[in-house]
């Protein structure tokens, strides 16, 4: 990889499934394992195809919210076994940390899933953020992107976008998920790529300062 120029005090936070890894193998994996060991039906194809909220959420589509809390202690046990291995790194995952890096930047993961599992998926496939932080969703992002003055957020959700306007960092939207260009492009991402592999190339013409100043000059016209 070229050499990229140096950004002053550059911080890119990132989400994980769906924008670094692809998960979708594993978790359908283990909600098929929990469907195995409750009895209750869960479409895991159809599962896989709603990633981003927080567990629970899709829990609720199959269970009662009497069982939710004991079922996603379960899930979370299984996914361990079955979900770590199965999953993949998304194309160009590696050489987007990697580009942050040689910028003279820190990166951060911001992820709604149990931090111990993001921590395992991260040292399987030998991602290295600088920081991770795990059970935060939508808005609540912004408070993790907020204490590591996130410049930039990387996310694959409208909930992502929300995160990154939570914290007044910079959205960058990658359409590798379940939510479409213009989906993006309508809860406010300010940047839509067609998937991470587009980063790099991104981030050369990047600067926090020239961002800060045409959002300024945006908002005055």
């Known amino acids: 990889m070229a050499r990229m120029p140096a ?3 550059l911080t890119v936070g990132f989400d994980l499934d769906m924008t670094l890894i692809d998960s979708r193998p ?7 394992a929990l469907a195995a060991e409750t009895g209750v039906f869960i479409d895991s194809a159809l ?5 981003g909220p927080p567990l629970e959420q899709e829990l609720a589509y199959w269970f009662t919210e009497a069982e939710l809390p004991a079922v996603a ?3 979370r046990e299984l996914y361990v076994e079955h979900a770590i291995t199965p999953t993949l790194a998304m194309p160009g995952a590696h050489a987007a940390l990697d580009a942050v890096r040689a910028a003279g930047g820190r990166s951060l993961v911001v992820t709604a899933k149990h931090e111990g599992n993001a921590r395992l998926h991260l040292e399987h496939l030998g991602l290295e953020p600088d920081v991770l932080h795990g059970w935060l969703w939508a808005e609540a992002k912004g408070e993790a ?6 410049h930039v957020y990387v996310g ?3 909930g992502d976008v929300r995160g990154a306007r939570a914290a007044g960092a910079l959205a960058v939207a990658v359409a590798t998920g379940p939510c479409a260009p213009d989906e993006l492009h309508a809860e406010g991402a300010d940047v839509v790529l067609d998937d991470l592999t587009r980063f790099t190339e991104w981030l050369a013409g990047y600067s926090p300062a020239r961002a800060a100043g045409d959002a300024a000059g ?3 016209a």
């Open 7 to 9: 950004i002053p005090e």
């Open 47 to 51: 599962a896989v195809t709603r990633l």
């Open 145 to 150: 992107l907020r204490e590591h003055t996130a």
């Open 156 to 158: 694959d959700h409208t």
């Open 73 to 75: 202690d379960r899930y």
């Open 218 to 220: 945006g908002a005055a």
């Open 26 to 32: 594993g978790i359908a994996a283990t909600y098929d």
